[in-house]
């Protein structure tokens, strides 16, 4: 189990009766719920950011090569995986 430190929180009066309440009713402490949000928070975050540095790569990846697929034939194989075809992603063409 990872070391855990304590990190004081300012919330508004509103916010932390809101919390305190959705605790309340799921059965859990204030604490679980907000530690689980911000779990849930820096996951899809940092999904985000891994999603953004893959385009950005693939920019910078298109604009030393070229390589690239069009629309179509994207679209194409999508639709070929879709109805279930094992096929090959088309091939790259500059």
């Known amino acids: 189990m990872a070391a855990s430190s304590t990190t004081s929180l ?3 009066d509103d916010i932390k009766d809101r919390v305190q309440r959705l605790a309340t009713a799921r059965r859990r402490s204030s604490h679980w719920l907000m530690r689980e949000a911000i779990e849930q928070y820096v ?4 999904e985000r950011e891994r999603a953004r540095q893959s385009a950005l790569d693939a920019w910078a990846a ?3 090569t070229g390589a690239h ?3 179509e034939e ?7 995986l879709e109805a279930g075809e094992s096929t090959p992603p088309p091939a790259v063409h500059d």
Do not use: C, I, N, P
């Open 10 to 12: 300012k919330l508004d």
């Open 43 to 46: 996951d899809r975050e940092e």
């Open 62 to 64: 298109y604009k030393a």
């Open 69 to 71: 697929v069009s629309a």
């Open 74 to 80: 994207a679209d194409a194989w999508l639709a070929r």
